[in-house]
């Protein structure tokens, strides 16, 4: 007679409780990535370019101007917030003010390349001569930026690195190719040398030797974590040579407003903002849950052992035999990633030799885009296998356009998926398309 063994209720509940913890593990290490700082280059994720041009009353541009702006907003959320200078949109804000018969456009730009970019409405402005700050907020939230934390200006002391990141006008005249997409975001750095008001303004100031230009205006000055600590507003030139022909040369006596500034205009608006070292009372929560419930099913599983009999094994031909796992023999089989369209159809790429990383960037990918593929970003996305739970990872690497599963859900940054063998996923859309496989 075969005996059936039944599984006891603490033994059921030990075990929802475990799936709890596992649960709780995950969300915890979510929102730590969402906590955790951020290198000067990644924080170009957050930059975009921005552009005014002012119409007289035939409709003809009479007067254009570009600089850089940068999201606010909550880690993990949609932003529909960017800051720049307020010279950077003046022309295209104030003269229709002045004279109805003219009209200005301000226009925020993802990828001039991809030809994305959308107009958007200047929500608040300072004039040079007073704030020198306006807060842009596009038609509809976007993930296509990320929120750049902010740090009180109390904390920056002089000697300080610090890197402006933007759209120098000097880079794109002597560029070629220009997208005016992340990628192409300039990064300068230098110190800080003190903090002053500036004259005939109404701000105060970090001066800087951080290289600033045209096309700087409004951008981020962060700090080695990208922490923004200040808005690049202006700089000193000297200017050589005869008054038919000179050129200007920065002094490297530079200026960016300080954050504090720029965070009691974001509390007067009412528009959200992440601070530097704020707390993320979701990660103490799921540290919290998880504890909990692993002392818990700690507990239920020990309770059930002490009162469990062991079992004996029957003596009928193929009867289960009681601490005796079955054996599984291991497939051998190759972990792949083989292109289904694109540039790699066809191609398979050997995963049980570690992780690939796809991308426009030859300095950080092995599996290589052209630069002029659309919708790929320079580090897109990165796939891996895990031998010991016999499964692959997705994960986008904080890409512009996006990682999407074959069912068309998009993966969110820097959290890796679970795929099984024969799913499929794509970059950006259905032209870049790979599948996991073994053989």
């Known amino acids: 007679m075969e005996t059936k063994k039944k599984i006891s209720t603490k033994k059921i509940m030990a075990i929802a409780l475990f799936c709890v913890f596992a649960i709780s593990c995950v969300l915890c290490g979510i929102s730590a990535a969402s906590s955790m700082g951020m290198t000067p280059a990644q924080a170009r994720n957050g930059v975009a370019y921005v552009q005014q041009v002012l119409y007289d009353v035939s409709g003809s541009p009479v007067a254009a101007g570009s600089g850089t702006c940068w999201a606010v907003g909550k880690p993990g959320e949609p932003v529909e917030y960017f800051v720049t200078n307020g010279h950077v949109v003046q022309y295209a804000y104030i003269v229709p003010k002045q004279d109805p018969s003219y009209s200005g456009k301000v226009t925020v730009v993802y990828s001039g390349a991809e030809n994305d970019f959308v107009d958007a409405q200047v929500l608040y402005y300072s004039g040079p001569e007073e704030k020198d700050i306006a807060i842009l907020k596009v038609p509809s939230p976007t993930d296509k930026r990320i929120p750049l934390p902010i740090r009180p200006s109390d904390t920056v002391q002089p000697g300080e690195t610090a890197y402006a990141l933007g759209f120098p006008g000097v880079s794109d005249t002597l560029a070629e190719n220009i997208r005016y997409d992340i990628d192409d975001v300039t990064i300068t750095d230098g110190v800080i040398s003190k903090r002053a008001s500036v004259s005939g303004t109404g701000y105060e100031a970090f001066q800087m030797n951080v290289d600033i230009n045209p096309g700087n205006s409004g951008g981020p000055l962060v700090d080695a974590d990208g922490n923004v600590i200040g808005v690049n507003t202006s700089g000193l030139v000297t200017q050589i040579g005869t008054e038919e022909q000179s050129v200007n040369i920065n002094t490297s006596v530079n200026y960016a407003s300080v954050a ?89 790429f050997d995963l049980s030799k570690g992780k690939v990383t796809l991308g426009r960037d030859p300095n950080l990918c092995n599996i290589v885009f052209d630069k002029s593929t659309p919708g790929i970003s320079g580090n897109h996305c990165q796939v891996s296998y895990d031998a010991a739970g016999d499964y692959f990872l997705l994960m986008d690497n904080g890409s512009s356009y996006g990682t999407f599963l074959g069912n068309g859900k998009k993966l969110p940054a820097s959290v890796a998926e679970k795929l099984a063998t024969g799913d499929t996923f794509y970059l950006c859309n259905n032209a870049n398309k790979f599948i996991v496989a073994k053989e």
């Open 260 to 348: 504090d500034q720029l965070i009691r205009i974001l509390d007067e608006e009412r528009i959200e903002y992440t601070l530097m070292g704020e707390k993320n009372w979701m990660l103490y929560t799921f540290v919290v849950i998880g504890g909990v419930t692993l002392i818990l099913g700690i507990v239920f599983l020990v309770m059930d052992r002490k009162k469990t009999s062991v079992l004996s094994a029957a003596d009928t031909e193929g009867s289960f035999v009681a601490g005796k796992p079955a054996k599984n023999s291991p497939s051998g089989k190759k972990p792949l990633l083989r292109g289904v369209t694109g540039k790699y159809a066809g191609q398979s």
